[in-house]
T-cell receptor, first 111, second 112 residues
Framework: QKEVEQDPGPLSVPEGAIVSLNCTYS??????FMWYRQYSRKGPELLMY????GNKEDGRFTAQVDKSSKYISLFIRDSQPSDSATYLC???????????FGKGTKLTVNP | DVKVTQSSRYLVKRTGEKVFLECVQD?????MFWYRQDPGLGLRLIYF???????EKGDIPEGYSVSREKKERFSLILESASTNQTSMYLC???????????FGPGTRLTVT
């Protein structure tokens, strides 16, 4: 079993839709949970992170972690064409700089 | 702004050639990483370095080596390039024991 599983999509939604992106993980030692966004022909960039369980909101983006079910989510409200990118979830153990990435979900927001 | 730069955006090499990929970061980060990214396989860690002259193998080190002679520079070396090393190579850096990694733009390497 892979340590982090992510549905690769692709996912195509109309502008203004609410988008839900999800990952599951297997190692209960993971404590840091991140979402990276990667535009075409660019390197990934950190979008949001959460520590342990709970929600974190930043503008139109909400990251959610449920450690009891080992489930990571990213919600995008009022999605925009500029949100079209590949979204990668990532996790790490406490104090570790090594990240475990999901394979990424390609999202297209159509105007 | 953190900047991670990679020496080439696109590179075409022949089978058997020795290939050097260079990465430079300007934020005085202790950690530097080399990944490859392939469709359907995601990001896979090749090597990382937590200090000058220090390195650790990642998940797929076979066929690769690395060099870190200066803190800001981390090189990935393909001793004898093979077609199965055709991929997007991404360099990243981070502070010691800190989760946020900053990525370069990537080098798309084609081995023919």
């Amino acid at each position: 079993q892979k340590e982090v599983e992510q549905d690769p999509g692709p996912l195509s939604v109309p502008e203004g839709a609410i988008v839900s992106l999800n990952c599951t993980y297997s190692n209960s030692a993971f404590q840091y949970f991140m979402w990276y966004r990667q535009y075409s022909r660019k390197g990934p960039e950190l979008l949001m992170y959460t520590y342990s369980s709970g929600n974190k909101e930043d503008g139109r983006f909400t990251a959610q972690v449920d450690k009891s079910s080992k489930y990571i989510s990213l919600f995008i409200r009022d999605s925009q064409p500029s949100d079209s990118a590949t979204y990668l979830c990532a996790t790490s153990q406490g104090g570790s700089e090594k990240l475990v990435f999901g394979k990424g979900t390609k999202l297209t927001v159509n105007p | 702004d953190v900047k991670v730069t990679q020496s080439s955006r696109y590179l075409v090499k022949r089978t058997g050639e020795k290939v050097f990929l260079e990465c430079v970061q300007d934020m005085d980060h202790e950690n530097m990483f080399w990944y490859r990214q392939d469709p359907g396989l995601g990001l896979r860690l090749i090597y990382f370095s937590y200090d000058v002259k220090m390195k650790e193998k990642g998940d797929i080190p076979e066929g690769y080596s690395v060099s870190r002679e200066k803190k800001e520079r981390f090189s990935l070396i393909l001793e004898s390039a093979s077609t199965n090393q055709t991929s997007m190579y991404l360099c990243a850096s981070s502070f010691y024991r800190y989760y946020e990694q900053y990525f370069g733009p990537g080098t798309r390497l084609t081995v023919t």
